[in-house]
């Protein structure tokens, strides 16, 4: 098995272990955060509901700072915390995703804080 695969499935196990905990409702969705070798997503997600309440993504901010680094995921926390204080969210449940809270998805996480998101 290949370096890729096998990082791949331990991300999948390590996803699947947090979505057994983590769950989001109307009162606190889930924000979700998809990492690619070149973009960063975030969404925030009503599950019971099955609902998309605010989404942002690096590929929004393609003229600015678009792309896989640092400063586009801060951008990214900052846009997604501006839609979710205008869809009415206040408090949310953060779902890393699998990936180490570190680089990328702690810089997304503490924007969204610091653009009002409580989690």
Do not use: W
């Amino acid at each position: 098995m290949d370096i890729c695969t096998q990082r791949a499935s331990r991300r999948f196990r390590r996803r699947r272990g947090l979505r057994k905990t983590l769950r989001g409702t109307p009162s606190r969705p889930r924000v979700a955060v998809y990492r690619s070798p070149r973009h960063i997503y975030a969404q925030i997600i009503d599950d019971l509901a099955g609902l998309t309440l605010a989404s942002a993504s690096s590929l929004d901010l393609e003229g600015s700072a678009g792309g896989g680094n640092v400063a586009a995921a801060t951008l990214v926390g900052k846009t997604l915390a501006e839609r979710a204080v205008k869809a009415g969210v206040s408090e949310v449940v953060f779902d890393r995703g699998g990936y180490l809270y570190h680089g990328r998805v702690k810089a997304l996480a503490d924007a969204a804080r610091a653009g009002g998101l409580k989690f």
